[in-house]
T-cell receptor, first 118, second 111 residues
Framework: GAVVSQHPSRVICKSGTSVKIECRSL??????MFWYRQFPKQSLMLMATSNEGSKATYEQGVEKDKFLINHASLTLSTLTVTSAHPEDSSFYIC??????????????FGSGTQLSVL | TQLLEQSPQFLSIQEGENLTVYCNSS?????LQWYRQEPGEGPVLLVT?????EVKKLKRLTFQFGDARKDSSLHITAAQPGDTGLYLCAGVSQAGTALIFGKGTTLSVSS
């Protein structure tokens, strides 16, 4: 199956700094990628839908200026957490839509990034 | 907002016991999926159910999709410690454009 690579797997940063998380589709082109956020022992909450070459679509309650998403190529989407604060500490997971079926039910997930803001 | 209600939220059982996890919604879904997630990793797809009333089996796991395609269940027979993890149901509603997840069931199976 298709592979989605996410880096870094873990990052610790100081409060006020910005952190960039990369999500790459390794063997296919992903026109659409999704970013999720997950708190410990809780479910995945959709943050935004990233579309190649256009602005991301953010879910209600997600700050666009806080979580910058860039999908500049068909194989790379990035999520930048700007001016991170301890409350931004979470597990961030990206996913890409199946390139064959193009169905949103069929997603390939990255392995996630654990962000800890001190 | 399309919601998927999942229950129970936490389940702690002994090895060999059976259990059922439920996923319910007031909305109709074209399909529902079940995932299992280990700590620090992305979710792994277990099964997708598409047809109302459909039943799928994966070894000791049995998945059912409700006739009205608004609910689903996951039944595990003779649970083993290796079944421990977070189980998530997910789906794309007929009006939706992205995969949404239920709140998850944290299962702990002790030997």
């Amino acid at each position: 199956g298709a592979v989605v690579s996410q880096h870094p797997s873990r990052v610790i940063c100081k409060s006020g700094t910005s952190v960039k998380i990369e999500c790459r589709s390794l063997d296919f082109q992903a026109t659409t990628m999704f970013w999720y956020r997950q708190f410990p022992k809780q479910s995945l909450m959709l943050m935004a839908t990233s579309n190649e070459g256009s602005k991301a679509t953010y879910e209600q309650g997600v700050e666009k200026d806080k979580f910058l998403i860039n999908h500049a190529s068909l194989t790379l989407s990035t999520l930048t957490v700007t001016s991170a604060h301890p409350e931004d500490s979470s597990f961030y997971i990206c996913s890409a839509r199946d390139p064959v079926s193009g169905r949103n039910e069929k997603l390939f997930f990255g392995s996630g990034t654990q962000l800890s803001v001190l | 907002t399309q919601l998927l209600e999942q229950s129970p939220q936490f389940l702690s059982i002994q090895e060999g016991e059976n259990l059922t996890v439920y996923c319910n919604s007031s909305s109709v879904f074209s399909s529902l999926q079940w995932y299992r997630q280990e700590p620090g990793e992305g979710p792994v797809l277990l099964v997708t159910v598409v047809t109302g009333g459909e039943v799928k089996k994966l070894k000791r796991l049995t998945f059912q999709f409700g006739d009205a395609r608004k609910d689903s269940s996951l039944h595990i027979t003779a649970a083993q410690p290796g079944d421990t993890g977070l189980y998530l149901c997910a789906g794309v509603s007929q009006a939706g454009t992205a995969l949404i997840f239920g709140k998850g069931t944290t299962l702990s199976v002790s030997s």
